[in-house]
């Protein structure tokens, strides 16, 4: 771990770094929220802090407890394991405090313009150069004008009002925020270029922001690590923080992935979904690797365990833009994982497949540098078990080596080096080297013309098992 990093933040050291992965449960998650869960999760580990999962349901309609379920067998898969697991749907009594509080400050204000009205307000502070953020019309209203509304039935949206005057909330002025950023370093956002946000709909419904600002408050969340899409509502969230009476949290923005042409990835970019890739035989440190270390000064190499990804990880060498991401990557880095895994390692998973027995531990050692995904190691298995899966037809010029081959393989015991003596022997006895000597044994005993060492795979086969592929 990188003590000066874990030291340099300059929060008090007696504080229980809190860090949450808020999540909405509406779709599966895709590659880049695994970016942000494992921001998340290594900066926690690396703190001896805490992890907390929180769905952010409110939107009853569109959060589903199937997909609830799915990102956190996903998060499992990857490796991480929430401290707590919370669910903002639970949680409505205390959002509805919170907007309590806040309407009796005067924070929070009704307003009833609708989505074409304020268009077209839009519009006409466009054409007088004003920046286009909504002028606060409804705090003007009299009493009058707002019970003629109830009474008509309409029902107002609430917004929040920022802290960007001094006197006269219709002369707001230039109001910084600023927050030393765990990614980004120091960030100012001005909260006079901003409108005074909506934190509640006209059907009484949340947007994200005063349920996620009263969470982090409750679950004391110490760092919110999240993409930096949310820069400039972290500006208004601050401003919440302090109106609710909280300290705000430090705060830590990563760039996003995009795919290879740069659009950016989305919940229904089912490909690239964690569950998917799970499903593709992906290890979950390919995964975890390529989706923590692109878009970094690190060089992207496949780690081992969270602890070494967790040693390489290091927030403040994210870059500022967006990073590419392809998949391709993904089967490169699983090549390298399988390739040295240890049998104890893929002991449970090859069992799943079949693969078992006193033979299991040297036939993973045999085959592993062959394989892409460790489901592959199946096909081999039924190669050495049962003989090639399809048999080409020896050619004619083949087979009377053939032949000669298999009339003179050494006798037992086999070990590693019996394909050098055996070979070897054919040399003499045929004149043969090189390819037209291993290339017809290689297809009698396996049925393909690349794949394991055949030293590694003979003695796997025996003596009678290689008989037995006599052609
Ligand atoms: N549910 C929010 C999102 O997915 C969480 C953002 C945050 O971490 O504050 O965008």
């Excluded at 104890?344 to 040297?362: F, K, N, Q, V, Y």
């Amino acid at each position: 771990m990188r003590l000066a990093n874990a030291m340099g933040f300059g929060y008090p050291q007696a504080m229980t770094v809190t860090v949450r992965f808020a999540p909405s449960p509406t779709g599966h998650i895709h590659i880049g929220n695994a970016r942000t869960a494992l921001f998340n999760w290594l900066f926690a580990r690396q703190r001896g802090g805490r992890f907390i999962l929180r769905f952010d349901d409110t939107d009853t309609a569109r959060s589903r407890q199937e997909y609830a379920d799915q990102i956190q067998t996903d998060l499992h898969w990857l490796g991480i394991r929430p401290d707590v697991t919370a669910h903002q749907s639970v949680r409505f009594d205390t959002y509805a405090a919170a907007v309590e509080r806040l309407k009796a400050a005067g924070l929070l204000y009704p307003c009833w313009e609708t989505a074409e009205e304020l268009e077209r307000r839009r519009k006409i502070r466009l054409s007088r150069r004003l920046p286009p953020v909504y002028g606060r019309e409804a705090l003007k209203l009299a009493e009058t004008d707002r019970k003629a509304f109830g009474d008509d039935g309409r029902k107002p949206h609430w917004r929040f009002l920022l802290p960007n005057f001094s006197d006269d909330p219709f002369s707001p002025q230039r109001t910084e925020v600023h927050w030393d950023d765990v990614v980004r370093g120091p960030q100012t956002v001005d909260l006079a270029s901003m409108s005074d946000p909506v934190l509640v709909r006209e059907d009484g419904t949340y947007l994200y922001t005063l349920p996620s600002v009263v969470d982090d408050i409750d679950l004391s969340v110490s760092h919110v690590i999240r993409g930096d899409d949310h820069v400039t509502n972290t500006g208004a969230q601050i401003a919440l923080f302090r109106a609710l009476g909280a300290q705000p949290p430090a705060f830590g923005h990563h760039n996003l992935l995009t795919t290879a042409s740069g659009e950016g990835l989305s919940k229904r970019s089912g490909a690239l979904s964690i569950k998917s890739l799970a499903e593709d035989g992906i290890e979950p440190m390919a995964v975890a690797s390529l989706a923590v270390l692109i878009g970094t000064s690190e060089s992207v190499s496949a780690a081992r365990s969270m602890d070494e990804l967790a040693e390489r990880f290091d927030p403040a060498a994210t870059s500022k833009s967006a990073a590419k991401f392809d998949p391709a990557e993904l089967v490169t880095l699983n090549k390298v994982l399988i390739h040295a895994m240890p049998f104890e390692e893929a002991r449970e998973r090859l069992a799943e497949h079949g693969i078992s027995g006193s033979l299991a531990e040297p036939f993973w050692l045999a085959v592993r540098g062959n394989l892409e995904k460790l489901a592959d190691a199946e096909v081999w298995w039924k190669i050495v078990q049962e003989g090639p899966q399809e048999r080409p037809e020896p050619a004619p010029e083949d087979a009377e080596f053939l032949a000669i081959a298999f009339d003179n393989l050494p006798p037992e015991p086999w070990d590693r080096m019996t394909w050098k003596i055996w070979t070897d022997r054919l040399k003499e006895l045929s004149g043969r080297k090189g390819r037209v000597l291993f290339m017809p044994l290689r297809l009698a005993l396996t049925g393909r013309e690349q794949g394991p060492e055949l030293a590694d795979l003979l003695p796997l086969l025996g003596r009678e098992g290689t008989l037995a592929r006599r052609p």
